[in-house]
């Protein structure tokens, strides 16, 4: 199942490329991209995360993928689902990480509503989305309220305590 490309008025969503390994696998090993989430990763584990990205989008049409700015074409994040383990359950989790000269321009929020939006046409039965924010990371959470994120409750995820945050989609 190849996901639709999806644009807003001001941002392209659509399944990573390998073309695009050049501009995303640089991001994971920044520290800036990186900030509230468990630091930078080492070129294989930034090109491990590329080859996810690539082959979930082929499961899920709502996976995580590139946020492009239509205004300059560059690559300026990424939006969607993958899946984490939490209470010896596997549950999709919504992401979303823009660098940081993209952040308070409602990128995430703009990316994430039209991909979520997909989640709600895609999904035959109700699923529970969760997702994963670190508790000093305000504007993050700012967006899940926006995004109709309830919060639910701090647990230890992936080696660290986060708030997590869920959200039912589909029919």
Sequence with gaps: MT???IRTDR????PAVEAD???MVPMWMDSAFMEFSGGVMTQAEANARFDRLVSFADEVPFAKQ???ERSSGRIVGYSGVDTAEFEGQTWLEYGYRLGPSARGNGYA???AAALLGL???SVTE??????IIDPRNEPSQNVA???GFDWWKIGFINGYWDGLWRRTVGA
Aim: net charge positive; no cysteine; proline share 14%.
């Design 21 to 23: 390994r050049a501009q």
């Design 126 to 131: 109700p699923t529970t989305v969760l997702a």
């Design 11 to 14: 941002l392209e969503l659509r």
């Design 119 to 121: 989640a709600e046409r």
């Design 3 to 5: 996901p639709p490309l």
């Design 109 to 111: 929020t703009e990316a």
């Design 66 to 68: 590139p946020v492009i």
């Design 145 to 147: 309220r926006k995004l």
